[in-house]
């Protein structure tokens, strides 16, 4: 997906959304560029993570720069909290590449996380969700995380 297909997508989703998140729609694509994953799957994955950024039942909070739920691994946890919003979309493109494959990062390793992941246990995006991966790895517990996932990116392309 283009930035401009990400940004129609928020808008569309929220009307509010706070001109910061436009701004770094352009984020998720150098980052995931950098280390050969798909920026905009990592987008619909925060949109799902934080509601379209709404932060609506959401464990984060924008200010935290995280946009994953990276560190939520219980309820009433916050989550881990980055300076900057490049790099908060940095440390979830790094995980997201952890799960992905094997391959070394490109950027120093800034994921808090990245040594807890499985290396290649999710090489596709289904198997994010905990319950469809057959090595029952994932990033996420929730039943077709994955797929919610990609039906958000469906939607995104669709703009």
Known sequence: ATAEQMETY???KNPQVPQSVLDMIPL???EGQAEGVRGDIAFAQSCLETGNFTFSGSAVTLDQNNFC???VTSNGLKGNSFDTPQLG???Q???L???AN???LQNECIDPRFSLVTRGAAPTVQYLGIQENPQGYGWASGADYGVKILNILENILAC
């Open 28 to 30: 998720y694509l150098s």
């Open 102 to 104: 094997r391959e070394p």
């Open 69 to 71: 739920g990276m560190g």
């Open 97 to 99: 590449k952890a799960y």
């Open 89 to 91: 979309i940095r440390a």
């Open 10 to 12: 928020i808008q569309g």
């Open 93 to 95: 493109i790094q995980h």
